[in-house]
């Protein structure tokens, strides 16, 4: 984490949320308390979404925190995906004591250090870093007294002052690996392994629709430079001539490969077909956050994990940055744990 936080700050601590929402108190944005109009005009509805992700995610840290979350989510929140999507899939049904709410029984010093906050219309998305000491069963792994510091993305819809809806994916990957674990083993053998869904949206359809409206600010053009890079046809200019790479979208099998000498056998090449999904955007300033869908059939080496001819689709969230209209920086993370399950090369954790 030491080599890329020097990046980190150049890409993603753009301004600081946090003293604003510690300024003005959670209070303001908790359904059922007042505020002065005064106060309430200061706040766009972007900065009051803000307010109301971050309040979220703080309490989520916090032993007295499950009233205020109750409070922020709305009657009929729906959580689409959990940040620890498989190691919870795969121990459902098998015994394990649960890790508590919000991971606070594993982890009861758990600490969620904000690294960047975006906002477009009624969504924001949140990077964070889960960070806390492993002290309790989690999801079948045994406590170890070790410490962890992963990346976790969510993904918030708010709607009348509430979260509506949650979307969030957590480095679990980074975690087994920095615990020293394995994916606990199953009562029948198997492995829950996520679907392919063929959810999304074509990139030449996302890109027809963008060029078809008005690109009347940055963020307008900004997002369509994004879209064209997962299009059929990227132009060659549309980065920056000294563009940087601050992490790869799976860092994790990168650096295994890099170990093994095949650093090469990026996804590009082992998934020949690859044809992304467009999930959706947040634009706001210099930054776009771009959540989609790596897809494709595993028909080439990868990392050294040889061809299986599986279909694979794998989240991932890229982000971004601006200088200049020029595509200055990229920053990625994807769900390597699933990539792994779906080929079967859980060893490539390490």
Request: hydrophobic share 35%; with cysteine.
């Amino acid at each position: 984490m030491t080599t890329l936080s020097a990046h980190r700050r150049d890409l993603l601590a753009r301004r600081s949320f946090l003293a604003g929402v510690s300024a003005l108190g959670a209070a303001a944005f908790l359904p059922g308390c007042t505020t002065t109009a005064t106060n309430a005009d200061t706040f766009s509805e972007r900065e009051r979404n803000k307010a109301i992700a971050l309040r979220f995610k703080k309490a989520q840290s916090e032993k007295d925190g499950e009233a205020t979350i109750r409070q922020l989510l709305a009657p009929n929140y729906r959580r689409t995906r959990a940040g620890m999507e498989h190691l919870a899939a795969n121990a459902q049904g098998q015994g394990y004591p649960g890790p508590g709410p919000y991971l606070r029984t594993a982890f009861p010093d758990r600490v969620d250090v904000i690294e960047q906050v975006i906002a477009e219309g009624d969504t924001v998305g949140l990077l964070f870093r889960l960070t806390g000491t492993h002290q309790g069963n989690f999801f079948g792994i045994p406590a170890t007294q070790r410490k962890v510091n992963v990346y976790e993305a969510a993904i918030l819809r708010i709607a009348d002052g509430r979260i509506a809806e949650g979307w969030f994916m957590a480095d679990e990957a980074g975690l087994l690996k920095q615990l020293g674990a394995k994916l606990p083993p199953r009562k029948d053998g198997k492995l829950v392994v996520p679907p392919v869904t063929n959810a999304g949206e074509d990139p030449d359809a996302v890109l027809k629709r963008l060029q078809s409206q008005p690109l009347t600010t940055a963020e307008d053009r900004h997002r369509m430079i994004v879209a064209q890079s997962k299009s059929s046809s990227p132009p060659k200019d549309y980065r920056a001539a000294d563009y940087k790479q601050l992490r790869q979208g799976f860092q994790h099998l990168r650096d295994y490969g890099n170990a093994n000498g095949v650093g090469h056998q990026r996804p590009t090449l082992a998934l020949p077909d690859r044809r992304d999904r467009i999930d959706g955007f947040i634009t706001e300033g210099d930054t776009v956050w771009m959540r989609f869908k790596i897809a494709g059939t595993h028909k080439a080496n990868l990392y050294g994990f040889p061809p299986t001819g599986k279909r694979v689709e794998i989240p991932e969230i890229g982000i971004a940055r601006f200088v200049n209209g020029k595509w200055q920086q990229g920053w990625y993370f994807g769900d390597e744990l699933g990539l792994m399950l779906q080929l079967g090369a859980l060893h490539m954790l390490g």
